[in-house]
């Protein structure tokens, strides 16, 4: 008698398949704001690991913040972003140093201020991509 192996799912492994599908299939706008939405979603994980004292969550969590926006700060090009690419960087940088400090001082205001000013780059980002006129591949 043949017991057939079953496979098992899990909840999440639908979810990661899509998202992987998603992100390489994205245009390069899009997978911008899907890094600004990865970004947000760990400094809100370290804003609630900083207000519940939990460093086994908040480290991580900074961790992949500070990976992200290290992920942001390579992606821009200076030579075409001019002006744009340079004050992004000064954010980025500034950002990474203030995460590289709340894992000594875990501060959930400055968390909040920081993924706040995240949120406004992630929002000003998608309303210029839906604005830009789709091109054509000739």
Do not use: C
Not at 46 to 66: G, H, I, N, T
Not at 95 to 100: F, H, N
Not at 107 to 123: G, P, S
């Amino acid at each position: 008698r043949h017991h057939r192996s079953r496979r098992v799912s899990h909840p999440g492994m639908t979810t990661n398949k899509y998202r992987e599908t998603e992100i390489l299939s994205a245009a390069p706008e899009r997978l911008l704001i899907i890094t600004f939405d990865g970004l947000i979603a760990a400094m809100t994980r370290a804003r609630v690991a900083a207000a519940a004292s939990r460093a086994d969550v908040l480290l991580p969590a900074l961790e992949k913040s500070r990976d992200i926006l290290g992920e942001l700060l390579a992606s821009l090009d200076f030579n075409r972003g001019g002006a744009i690419a340079r004050q992004l960087s000064s954010i980025y940088v500034f950002q990474l140093g203030q995460l590289q400090t709340m894992g000594i001082a875990p501060d959930v205001r400055l968390l909040e201020r920081l993924t706040a000013q995240i949120r406004e780059l992630r929002d000003a980002f998608a309303e210029i991509a839906a604005r830009a006129p789709q091109m054509e591949v000739a």
